[in-house]
């Protein structure tokens, strides 16, 4: 485990106190109107996303859309699936960041348009997912001349990456072809883990009230125990044969111990794992201009181009 960034502790709690303060609702449950607003706006924002004239919109794997960014060297492709708590976010809503990415790490930046909760609860999202992963599998040589697979997301979006890598083990015999993975601040545990049910009622970006009512809207009808099942919560899954993996959490997230239980089952399974714990960080930190936003993003591009 690296933990870092302490340095930047005086500038990120600054942040999150002032966070707190503006936003003191953030823990109710969103209706149709408001989930309408948040899905038009970018993620942690008040205001549509940009759209770069450099992604492309495709349609793919039998009908999953998808946000491509291509640049002109290509040494990999990266599977990316945003997050948003399953109910909010979208392929185009990180534009800017995923250029940047494809263009500095060179790689081929295919973000998954996964069909959203509540109307579309699990397993709807993951079927996608799965859908655009094999799919990449079969066609990524042809598409963008590189059989160099990446995979990774942020919150649900890790969720989902991980879920998919052991779909494409459990169902289809596939391993080794995504050769990494990238998870941020992801939830692993459905069912909660202690620092979920613990962290209280703070209002940052995701607090144990938020985190119980998206897994409510995601997985309608379950209980903790049914949520357990590890085609829902991949922290109870058998993790072997999965390829080396980067995990990352902030330690004012109600999702840490998701991040360092997943990281001591994926290294106890056989892979690598590195494991960085960012000191202050709330969950969705990487959404908000922070020093620790700019130095997480290039450990994320150098993890990834290095893979």
Not at 40 to 46: E, I, K, Q, V
Not at 209 to 220: A, G, K, N, Q
Request: proline share 7%.
């Amino acid at each position: 485990m690296t933990i870092t960034d302490e340095d930047c502790l005086a500038e990120t709690s600054a942040f999150n106190e002032q966070f707190e303060t503006a936003r003191p609702s953030r823990g109710e449950v969103p209706d149709a109107t408001a989930l309408e607003l948040l899905r038009r706006n970018r993620l942690g924002g008040d205001a549509p996303p940009v759209r770069l004239p450099q992604g492309q919109d495709r349609v793919v794997a039998g009908g999953v859309p998808v946000r491509a960014f291509v640049p002109d060297h290509v040494d990999g492709v990266y599977l990316h699936i945003h997050g948003g708590g399953w109910a909010i976010g979208a392929a185009g809503g990180q534009d800017e960041k995923l250029w940047r990415l494809a263009e500095q790490a060179r790689l081929a930046v295919v973000s998954v348009e996964y069909r959203l909760a509540p109307e579309h609860p699990f397993p709807a999202g993951p079927d996608d997912c799965e859908a655009v992963a094999r799919w990449l599998v079969d066609h990524a040589a042809a598409e963008f001349g590189t059989r160099r697979l990446l995979i990774g997301g942020e919150s649900a979006g890790a969720h989902l990456s991980v879920l998919t890598l052991l779909r494409l083990r459990d169902r289809h015999g596939i391993t080794g072809a995504y050769r990494a993975a990238q998870l941020t601040f992801g939830p692993y545990d459905l069912s909660m883990t202690p620092s979920q049910r613990l962290f209280g009622s703070r209002q940052l970006l995701s607090n144990t009230d938020s985190l119980r009512r998206s897994y409510e809207r995601f997985t309608p009808g379950m209980g903790a125990e049914d949520r357990r099942d590890p085609e829902v919560s991949p922290l109870y899954a058998d993790l072997a044969g999965l390829p080396p993996a980067r995990i990352v959490v902030g330690t004012e997230d109600p999702l840490l111990d998701d991040s360092l239980f997943l990281a001591a089952r994926w290294q106890a399974a056989g892979a690598p794992v590195q494991l960085g714990v960012v000191v202050g960080a709330m969950h969705g930190f990487t959404l908000f201009p922070l020093t620790i936003t700019e130095r997480e993003q290039q450990r994320e591009q150098d993890f990834l181009a290095g893979a």
